[in-house]
């Protein structure tokens, strides 16, 4: 009976994060001095087809409206919607692209997935990779292979060899290419640099074990005073974000897929649990009852928080708001390997008329320009996607430390499932994570809700989207 309320427990979870879904910004080494480099862990997916040809001529695409859905925010929407407005001004096609925005990846899911073979389906979706490949599995995503391949409306080699590969390998599925990158972010650690100076470390943790000895240490540093209610501070600040625990299970070597099937309960997932509840149980991590970690970390009341590549911005502000000169800088998850999980918006081009589909198409290759790349870049401080751009982009690292410390750490980037189904994983992953801690779990009772989570998805998968 406790094995079953605990399932429903975890069902209940998932059904709320589903309801108040929103976008983020929706995240031996001289740390912060590193020059960017492209990755190198898979080079970009390339169809097997050879060159083709679109027989659609320019003059018939004047007039054409697309209707373009996204769920931007922040900066993100104001640097698209001038991007979109310059493109309607400037685009030798006379394309027209209308702009639909959402107020978060649910409400994009859901008003999409209704629309579609409908008058007002879009013909543009910047969407999550997941949510891409449910419309995928329903033949209504294009592949982009003849568009990238096209000779006259296309990408020559050199271009294409441009984009930062894993970004590409993302939504490669059955040698298609549904999606193209858009906007690609990871989950850090933010690491109080002048604060572990002084309390004896030299350089950032490269192992788990080092993680934990900085992160206890400064736990330490609390407990030398006559104050009893700071005990607990000083470490690492839980964090259950899916991202981030998964990039803690690759980090010790795990994973959540295994042979296309989701897998929560092995042994080194188990182990990676444990971990980091350890940490908790011997104080030298603790939750935080703050909306935003940026305050404790300011403050020194944590050495390490989790947040994502646009919260950089925050945490500075947080910083000068306080007049703390210290020195911080961001690092991947460590472990057997440092990882980082790649994740991010993606373009997809849903079937409609030729016609509107090559128009979509033109105003994608447009925003991947290098120019505009920079532009984004600049305006949202996330991954650049080409590498062309990095020489432009150099003053700006120079003056974005930690940002310029993040693009250098490219090669510990991983993929998230490249499944449909992440969607609902990711909540059962991020809702276990969140029960072990929440309810104080002993370390022994951590396998049970791994296998209680492999249940709980099982039961997900069973029902439609």
Known sequence: MKNNLSRICLLALIALVFSACTPGTDIPVTVGSKTPNPSKKTTTPTSASTLTSIDIKPEVLKGIHILVSYAYSDSFEIEFSDQLAEF?????????VYPLAMDSYNSLYETVSASIG????????????????????????????????????????????????????????????????????????????????????????????????????????????????????????????????????????????????????NKTNQTT??????????????????????????????????????????QNLSFEQANNNDRWTVIPFPGQDNQLIAEGTYYSILKSTPEKQLAAWLFVR?????????????????????????????????????????????????????LASWRKARLVLGDGTEYIFRTNLKLDQISAVLNQMDATMQDLIEVKP
């Open 88 to 96: 309607n001004t400037v685009n030798p096609w006379g394309i027209v």
């Open 366 to 418: 447009w925003l991947l320009s290098t120019e505009n790349q920079v532009n984004w870049v600049k305006s949202t401080s996330m991954f650049p996607l080409r590498i062309s751009s990095y020489g432009a982009l150099a003053s700006f690292g120079s003056s974005h430390k930690q940002w310029q410390a993040a693009i250098g750490y490219m090669n510990d980037l991983s993929l998230q499932p490249q």
């Open 273 to 314: 649990l444990e971990f980091l509840k350890k940490l908790y149980d011997d104080n030298c991590a603790f939750i935080s009852t703050d909306p935003t970690p940026y305050n404790a970390f300011t403050k020194r009341s944590a050495l390490f928080i989790t947040a994502d590549l646009g919260e950089i911005s925050y």
């Open 118 to 265: 409908g008058k007002d389906q879009p013909d543009l979706v910047i969407t999550l990779p997941e949510q891409m490949m449910e419309w995928s599995a329903k033949d209504t995503v294009i592949d982009l292979a003849a568009y990238l391949n096209d000779v006259q409306y296309g990408l020559d080699p050199a271009d294409t060899a441009d984009f930062e590969p894993i970004f590409w390998a993302q939504t490669w599925q059955n040698d298609g290419q549904l999606g193209l990158p858009a906007t690609i972010s990871s989950q850090f650690l933010f690491y109080n640099q002048t604060w572990a100076g002084e309390l004896g470390f030299d350089h950032p943790p490269l192992t788990s074990s080092e993680f934990r000895e900085q992160a206890c240490s400064a736990n330490q540093s609390f407990r030398t005073d006559s104050d009893l209610h700071n005990d607990g501070y000083g470490g690492w600040i839980v964090d259950t974000n899916p991202q981030a625990i998964l990039a803690w299970i690759k980090a010790f070597g795990g994973d959540v897929v295994k042979d296309g099937k989701y897998t929560f309960s």
